[in-house]
């Protein structure tokens, strides 16, 4: 698209916006007033996405993300009632004959274990709520689910979510709706994190301990996201207490965890430092003999997340909030001097202004920067060898929350991203010569974006999300840009060289979302969307399995933006005064300019990657049942995803249509939580998948004596079904002292040991000159029963 | 208390970290056939074809099955652009390869394209190749393994690692890119050349430097020799003539020993797209794998002192 139209879209844009205020603000006429604030913990902590509740008026609204409310009603008395997850209800009487500023403070319910009955959301947000496929999960009740060695894993409870499918065994990867693993917009604090796993995925990179709050969007994504055709996981560092100071931590299998916060200035500003570390290497060394031919290996990771806030006035806040973390491993050998370290890892800061304007605009202004870096170095005696591969953005963000009148909610903004890639930079030394690949090292680009969303009540029963995102994107160089005549590269027919600063390709457009909910009765409730995303960047993954060696890149003259459609359709009914909640969706996507690597692609040294790719689309269809039970001492809820996934590439197989890697037909996840007294709480999650796609070699030949593979049609074999069932028991002792709380965890994972496949290959058993060869198929597992024991603290 | 339960934490991560594996049968279904083609020409010497056909994946492998999948009888046709040679059954055993046709009339020649031509009952076949200008080596010497370990500094070298021996070479790279090399050695009366798992160099990294490199023995000399162990692994002798065959290759023919060697070697991980070797095999009719490939060879001989 040409800047010209970008233009024009714009100026559509600015008029749909002022047509929406114009039109928002005519029932100011009336006699109306706003009752506006914050909605936080007893502890200063934000609640996001809190509900309010106006009795009388039969109407709820939410708190954005910094916990800002804003209702405008008319004059009157009324009972207002404020819930959240894992939150005591609190409701107040307000006489509103003028602009009225209040700010909630909520008590827990599941920490102090003072009431056995959790009240968490509204209790009809599932059929009341426009937004569908958007789910906030409850942190504190994630920490009581049984988790792999002890390990509490927000990502790994996503996924035990309708529509939301893990890469494997053990696995953080995930993917949405038949969706890539780069198609997930995953924030902390607002910056990207482009590599969200630890050890080879078995591990997220967040820390359970300093999250406040996650939600995921797998359909339905409000304009004020983009970037991503997916989903969207937005997670939220907790603020810190600015009450009084608090230490909490860990010892885990595995990986021990620490947690101290507290008020820098007394109800003012408060700040919190977390930091995970493993210790499996730091155990095992002193048993390790120096002579040890692999002394110096090692394996470890560790995340620091520090977040600090200062309320400068009743309506200027800012905020400050980094995350590090890093894997190294590190593989010695004292024989020959070979020396292979691999270190890998994500750094986040952001840095957050909330300003509010009246009770009716809040604004909130973000300066982001995130980064992913891999590296890979070889050494030995005279040899050096080195990979580092990364990408890192700058984002700055402007967001607007309006809220005119009880039936609208607006939201408005835009946002800049400066892109750098760097998709691999190999060095190399030999004694005193040095070499490097040659090409371009770094890749640059802007992307832009202005959005305008509301969501509207039309009427009681009619109730719209209607967003309009414009993005644009431009890469500039240094570039070079090289076209082959066939697919294997052998005849070059094209190369141009693009200088720094050289606009290389622009793209851009616009990104409608809408969402309807039709009320049938109190009960029950009809949802319809449609969402147009367009992505700017991509993943050249190898592996599908979210290993850090995967490659981003971003959308260049050759390489064009991701388009995704999607379209949902749901039917959602509550039971029991709302003990029950219950649905049903279907959904249809289809995804535009994928990518994967060509047939014959070879790993390893590649000046330019983007001559090893293929370009194409995918489509996928399914539905999904939900059925959960919100409150009681039984907690819980099943599952069930029917799902197909496809993928086509002109250049792969002829052309011809073939299951996505993560094609999965049935998945269902079963997950209970009973709290049998105020010491005790069990919990327990069965999961049940189709295997995963695998491609296999179908016959072989001999070359040089050696085996050659003929390698298959993708993804045409299936590996074993999965499923796993896993406990845990969460014991709360008598405070020791008068201070010190404790719960101590009991997990096991895999109860009856079921051995998954994991990954499956072939062995050749015997050799060509035995003159006797034996194929065999091999399937590896990887977890069998494994029990746990973490003691957590808290002082 | 804590020290105990922190030590019964470690065992039970030792366990976890241990992977079961067990054997699972896979259904496949009956291939597509392929004529397999190996085809070599060299500087001086009548191009050299082995034809074969794939087999099911699963069957047993042994002599009876390997002579069972050679295809006799074909029509096999080198030509030079100017002249045609219809090569000749024959039994010539050499880089491991038993190659069933031989030419009579044309030898390869440096910087010519030969064109193959394969005809059989139900497949019709072509691939072009060139034998690319030599690149030869500036200069050969070696280094024991017990100096590489005494240079690394951190254990002392047993007695045998005297007796092994490092080949170095240093090659200087042409200034423009695209130069490709394989490499095979052969040592005191050795007949057959072999190829190490690094036996394929593209200058992309190295574009028109000097660079110097351990060139490893070939592996296949171990196939017929199982007393060597790890250790010895790509290393020669004390004494020995060492033969250094260093050969120029064009691009599809780097292409494909690249793509071979990934596909073999395995890429280390198992969840990838398995790797799909590349073929200059073009199929008029039916389907080809495999490589019709020129080698622009220069000989080099380092003889070890005692």
Same mark, same amino acid.
């Not at chain 1, 496929?133 to 979510?161: F, H, S, W, Y």
């Not at chain 1, 029991?576 to 649905?583: L, T, V």
């Not at chain 2, 045998?160 to 070479?169: K, M, N, S, T």
């Given at each position: 698209?040409?800047l ?8 559509g844009i600015i008029f ?6 114009v ?13 506006s ?6 502890s ?6 809190a ?16 916990g800002?409310?804003?209702?405008t009603?008319?004059k009157g008395v009324y009972?207002i009632?404020?819930?959240?997850l ?12 003028k602009?009225?500023?209040y ?11 003072q009431e056995?009955?959790?009240e ?5 947000e599932? /059929?009341?709520?426009?937004?569908m496929?958007?789910i ?10 049984p988790a792999?060695?002890?390990?509490v ?11 939301v ?6 696995n953080?990867?995930?993917y949405v709706?038949g969706?890539g ?5 995953i924030?902390?604090?607002e910056a990207?994190v ?13 820390n359970a301990?300093?999250i406040?709050?996650?939600?995921i ?11 991503r055709?997916s989903?969207v996981l937005?997670?939220t ?5 600015d009450?009084?100071?608090i /230490? ?12 101290t916060?507290?008020?820098l200035v007394n109800?003012k ?15 095992a ?7 040890a ?12 997340n ?9 309506k200027d806040?800012i ?8 894997d190294?491993f ?5 024989e020959?001097?070979f ?5 890998w890892?994500n ?5 957050r202004?909330?300003?509010?304007f009246?009770?009716?605009l ?10 992913f870096?891999?590296?890979t170095?070889v050494?030995?005696s005279?040899f050096q060898?080195s ?10 963000k402007?967001d607007f ?16 991203i400066y892109?750098?890639f760097q998709?691999?930079?190999?060095q190399?030394r030999?004694?005193?010569?040095n070499?490097e690949?040659p090409?371009?090292?770094n890749l640059?680009?802007?992307?832009f974006?202005?959005?305008?969303n509301?969501q ?6 009619f ?5 309009l995102?414009?993005s ?18 052998f ?8 200088k720094?600063?050289?606009?290389v390709a ?5 990104e409608?979302r809408?969402?309807?909910r ?7 409730s009809?949802?319809a969307?449609? /969402?147009?995303?367009?992505q700017y960047?991509?993943?050249a993954s ?7 060696t ?12 991701q388009?995704?459609w ?5 039917y959602?009914?509550?039971?029991d005064?709302?003990?029950w909640e219950s649905s ?5 996507? /289809? ?11 070879v ?9 090893d790719?293929?370009?194409?689309t995918?489509?996928?269809y399914g539905?999904e ?5 919100r ?5 819980g809820?099943v599952?069930?995803?029917?799902a197909?996934a496809?993928?086509q ?8 249509r073939?299951p996505y890697?993560?094609?999965?037909r049935?998945d ?7 709290d ?10 069965f999961?049940?998948a189709?295997g995963n796609a ?8 001999f ?8 390698i298959?049609?993708?993804n ?6 999965y499923?796993?069932m896993?406990?845990a028991?969460?014991?709360?002792p ?5 201070r010190?709380?404790s719960?101590?965890t009991?997990a ?6 079921r ?10 058993e015997?050799s060509?000159?035995q ?6 198929a091999?399937?590896?597992s990887?977890f ?12 | ?6 030590l ?5 991560a030792n ?8 054997d699972i049968?896979?259904?496949l ?5 392929f004529?397999v ?8 010497s ?12 699963f069957?047993?492998?042994d ?7 050679v295809i ?5 046709i080198v030509?030079?652009?100017i002249?045609q040679d ?11 390869t ?23 009952a139900?497949?019709e076949l072509?691939?072009?190749?060139t034998?690319?200008?030599p690149l030869p ?7 024991s ?8 500094g951190n254990v ?5 690692d005297?007796?092994?021996i490092?080949?170095?070479?240093k090659y200087?790279?042409?200034?423009e890119?695209?130069n490709?090399v ?12 072999? &190829?190490?798992?690094?036996s394929?160099?593209s ?6 430097? &000097?660079?110097?490199?351990?060139l490893?023995?070939g592996k296949?000399?171990?196939l017929?020799n199982?007393?060597l162990?790890f250790e010895e ?15 120029s290759?064009?691009r ?8 071979? &060697?990934?596909?073999?070697?395995g ?5 990838a ?6 073929t200059?095999?073009r ?9 019709w490939g ?5 000989i ?6 005692p």
């Amino acid at each position: 698209m040409n800047l010209l139209a970008l233009k024009r879209q714009k100026r559509g844009i600015i008029f749909t916006f002022l047509f929406l205020v114009v039109f928002s603000i005519t029932p100011l006429l009336a006699q109306k007033y706003t009752l506006s604030g914050y909605i936080r913990s007893e502890s200063g902590e934000t609640l996001i996405a809190a509900n309010l509740y106006i009795k009388e008026l039969q109407k709820g609204a939410i708190a954005n993300e910094y916990g800002f409310y804003s209702v405008t009603i008319d004059k009157g008395v009324y009972e207002i009632s404020v819930s959240y997850l894992g939150f005591s209800t609190q409701s107040i009487q307000v006489t509103l004959d003028k602009n009225i500023s209040y700010n909630f403070k909520l008590k827990s319910s599941v920490i102090t274990r003072q009431e056995i009955v959790v009240e968490s959301t509204r209790p009809d947000e599932n /059929t009341k709520d426009v937004g569908m496929g958007r789910i906030d999960l409850d942190v504190a009740k994630i920490k009581t689910l049984p988790a792999l060695m002890g390990e509490v894993d927000i990502i790994k409870a996503i996924q035990l979510l309708p529509g939301v499918q893990s890469a494997g065994e053990g696995n953080t990867g995930f993917y949405v709706r038949g969706g890539g693993p780069d198609q997930n917009l995953i924030l902390l604090d607002e910056a990207v994190v482009y590599n969200a796993a630890h050890l080879l995925g078995f591990f997220s990179v967040f820390n359970a301990d300093a999250i406040n709050n996650a939600t995921i969007i797998k359909g339905g994504v409000p304009a004020n996201y983009g970037g991503r055709i997916s989903s969207v996981l937005n997670i939220t560092m907790k603020d810190g207490s600015d009450q009084e100071y608090i /230490t909490q931590g860990g010892v885990g299998l595995i990986a021990s965890r620490l947690t101290t916060e507290g008020p820098l200035v007394n109800g003012k500003s408060s700040f919190i430092l977390s930091g995970r570390r493993t210790y499996i290497d730091v155990l095992a060394e002193p048993f390790i003999p120096d002579d040890a031919r692999a002394k110096g290996s090692s394996y470890y990771f560790y995340d620091l997340n520090a977040k600090a806030n200062y309320r400068i006035s009743d309506k200027d806040r800012i905020y400050w909030s980094a995350y590090f973390g890093r894997d190294v491993f590190v593989f010695n050998n004292q024989e020959s001097g070979f020396k292979f370290s691999v270190p890998w890892g994500n750094a986040t800061t952001t840095l957050r202004w909330n300003h509010l304007f009246n009770s009716k605009l809040f604004l909130n202004t973000s300066v982001i920067y995130s980064d992913f870096d891999f590296g890979t170095s070889v050494e030995q005696s005279q040899f050096q060898f080195s990979l580092n591969s990364g990408v890192k953005n700058l984002t700055t963000k402007l967001d607007f929350d309006y809220y005119p009148s009880l039936r609208h909610q607006i939201k408005f903004g835009g946002q800049h991203i400066y892109h750098v890639f760097q998709p691999s930079v190999v060095q190399a030394r030999s004694g005193e010569n040095n070499f490097e690949l040659p090409g371009v090292k770094n890749l640059f680009a802007h992307e832009f974006a202005l959005y305008i969303n509301d969501q509207w009540d039309i009427s009681d029963a009619f109730q719209a999300n209607i967003g309009l995102r414009a993005s644009a994107f431009r890469q500039v160089g240094p570039y070079i840009f090289e076209r082959y005549a066939d697919p294997n590269l052998f005849e070059l027919i094209e190369r141009r060289e693009y200088k720094r600063g050289d606009r290389v390709a622009d793209y851009g457009g616009l990104e409608p979302r809408l969402g309807l909910r039709y009320s049938l009765n109190s009960k029950s409730s009809i949802k319809a969307g449609v /969402t147009r995303n367009l992505q700017y960047i991509h993943l050249a993954s190898s592996s599908g399995n979210a290993l850090p060696t995967d490659l981003w890149i971003p959308s260049t003259e050759k390489v064009r933006p991701q388009i995704g459609w999607q379209y949902s359709l749901g039917y959602f009914r509550n039971f029991d005064e709302n003990m029950w909640e219950s649905s049903v969706e279907v959904y249809y996507k /289809t995804l535009e300019n994928q990518i994967d690597f060509r047939d014959g692609a070879v790993n390893g040294l590649n000046s330019n990657i983007e001559n090893d790719l293929v370009f194409g689309t995918g489509e996928a269809y399914g539905a999904e049942f939900f059925l959960k039970k919100r409150t009681g001492k039984l907690t819980g809820w099943v599952g069930y995803t029917l799902a197909w996934a496809w993928r086509q590439f002109p250049d792969i197989m002829e052309g011809r249509r073939y299951p996505y890697k993560f094609d999965r037909r049935h998945d269902i996840s079963l997950v209970a939580s009973y709290d049998l007294d105020k010491r005790w709480t069990f919990s327990s999650t069965f999961v049940f998948a189709t295997g995963n796609a695998f491609t296999v070699p179908e016959s072989r030949y001999f070359i040089e004596g050696r085996i050659i593979d003929q390698i298959g049609d993708r993804n045409q074999y299936r590996l074993a079904n999965y499923h796993r069932m896993d406990l845990a028991a969460v014991y709360t002792p008598k405070k020791q002292g008068k201070r010190v709380e404790s719960t101590w965890t009991f997990a096991i994972y895999n109860v009856y040991s079921r051995l998954n496949p994991y990954f499956i290959y072939i062995e050749n058993e015997g050799s060509l000159q035995q003159q006797s060869l034996n194929v065999q198929a091999k399937q590896v597992s990887l977890f069998p029963i494994i029990p746990s024991v973490t003691w957590n603290f808290k002082f | 208390m804590i020290r105990q339960s922190i030590l019964y934490l470690f065992l039970a991560a030792n366990f976890i970290f241990q992977a079961c594996e067990r054997d699972i049968t896979l259904d496949l279904p009956a291939p597509k056939p392929f004529v397999v083609v190996h085809g070599q020409i060299e500087p001086d010497s009548f191009a050299v074809v082995s034809l074969s056909r794939n087999s099911p994946y699963f069957d047993p492998v042994d002599l009876a099955t390997i002579a069972s999948l050679v295809i006799n009888g074909a029509l096999v046709i080198v030509s030079d652009g100017i002249e045609q040679d219809t090569l000749q059954p024959t039994f010539y055993f050499q880089h491991f390869t038993l190659f069933n046709y031989r030419g009579t009339k044309i030898k390869g020649q440096f910087g010519r394209t030969y064109t193959l031509r394969i005809v059989t009952a139900n497949e019709e076949l072509e691939a072009v190749t060139t034998i690319p200008l030599p690149l030869p080596l500036d200069s050969l010497w070696v280094k024991s393994r017990a100096d590489l370990i005494r240079e690394a500094g951190n254990v002392t070298p047993a007695p045998r690692d005297e007796e092994l021996i490092a080949l170095y070479f240093k090659y200087s790279d042409p200034p423009e890119l695209g130069n490709f090399v394989r490499a095979f050695s052969r040592r005191n009366e050795e007949t057959l050349w072999s &190829s190490s798992f690094g036996s394929i160099y593209s200058d992309e990294l190295i574009n028109g430097q &000097s660079v110097e490199f351990i060139l490893q023995r070939g592996k296949e000399a171990y196939l017929f020799n199982d007393s060597l162990t790890f250790e010895e692994f790509g290393y020669f002798e004390k004494g020995d003539t060492i033969y250094i065959k260093w050969c120029s290759i064009d691009r599809p023919h780097y292409t494909f020993w690249n793509t071979l &060697s990934q596909s073999t070697g395995g890429s280390g991980n198992p969840f990838a797209t398995p790797t799909i070797v590349a073929t200059n095999i073009r199929g008029v009719r039916g389907n080809g794998l495999g490589i019709w490939g020129g080698y622009g060879t220069s000989i080099d001989t380092f003889i070890v002192a005692p």
